[in-house]
């Protein structure tokens, strides 16, 4: 039903893989994660803002994981 997926930087639902242009190098890709109280209560493909809101005091600890990637 989507809940479970939120928006793009492409505004459609739907993960995007990290996609670094061939021959440029490595790239750092940065995930937020977030350890919470409970499942959040979000509507449907949220956006970014809807899920920073639904965060707001359930939030129990966070960290970054850092991918590095590269195409050659």
Known sequence: DG???G???LLAEGWLPPDPPSGHGTHDYVF???ALSQTLDLISSPGR???IEALQG???AAGLLVGT???D
């Open 49 to 51: 803002k809807d899920f």
């Open 7 to 9: 928006r793009n930087s």
């Open 58 to 60: 359930n939030v129990l």
């Open 69 to 71: 990637y590269s195409r």
């Open 3 to 5: 809940r479970d997926v």
């Open 32 to 34: 937020q994660l977030f």
